[in-house]
């Protein structure tokens, strides 16, 4: 694939997804980070939706933190926090390969 091809869809399925995040469309921001992470990391499919997914869960154990933490509750939301970077290693360690 030619270096133009290659940035322009890098850049349609980076738009795609925010799009989707900004529409709430779980599938579609799924769909358009798993393509987008194939090209960008020249992995397959599966591996590519796997480590979308674990961003996927770690963006709701950040969700849930900031929430306890906007309450006043540190503990919980430390827990949250040190569950959202676990997922986040998976994460980068499928990336890294």
Not at 36 to 53: D, G, H, T, W
Not at 78 to 88: M, T
């Amino acid at each position: 694939m030619e270096t133009q091809e290659k940035t322009t869809l890098l850049a349609h399925f980076e738009v795609g997804w925010w799009i989707a995040h900004h529409r709430k469309d779980k599938q579609m921001l799924v769909e358009n980070m798993t393509q987008l992470y194939c090209l960008q990391f020249s992995i397959n499919p599966e591996l590519a939706r796997k480590a979308v997914m674990l961003r996927v869960d770690a963006t709701v154990w950040h969700d849930k933190a900031e929430e306890c933490e906007d309450n006043g509750n540190q503990q919980q939301a430390d827990s949250y926090w040190n569950k959202a970077e676990d997922c986040l290693r998976q994460h980068f360690e499928i990336l890294e390969g």
